[in-house]
């Protein structure tokens, strides 16, 4: 069994910042992509940024240049460091990895990220 658990979470100001971490154990042999999705109320589930096994990253538009998503592979771990962030970013947020089989995802449970004064 593989398990992915995320932390981090929370309500925090108009222009504020939080860090994410997810992470992931269990019968791990490899870990390929990880990432970090998001889903608000009324909204479907949503790319927020990706990471490859080899530290390359994609960011959805929204959060390029706010964003940063970083992996250590020795804790197998991923985090999202969040800067500047908006109401806009209020969401639950998921990660997700890609573990032992490049067609097998994994999901964690979900952080709630509220941003509002």
């Known amino acids: 069994q593989v398990q992915l658990v995320e932390s981090g979470g929370g309500l925090v100001q108009p222009g504020g910042s939080l860090r994410l971490s997810c992470v992931a154990s269990?019968?791990?042999?490899?870990?390929?992509?990880m990432g970090w999705y998001r889903q608000a109320p009324g909204k479907q589930r949503e790319l927020v940024a990706t990471?490859?096994?080899?530290?390359?990253?994609n960011y959805a538009d929204s959060v390029k240049g706010r964003f940063t998503i970083s992996r250590d592979n020795a804790k197998n771990t991923v985090y999202l460091q969040m800067n500047s962030l908006k109401s806009d970013d209020t969401a639950v947020y998921y990660c997700?990895?890609?573990?032992?089989?490049?067609?097998?995802?994994?999901w964690g449970q979900g952080t709630q990220v509220t941003v509002s004064s």
């Open positions: 997700n990895a890609k573990i032992n089989r490049i067609t097998t995802n994994y």
């Open positions: 269990g019968s791990i042999l490899y870990i390929y992509n």
């Open positions: 990471i490859s096994s080899g530290g390359g990253a």
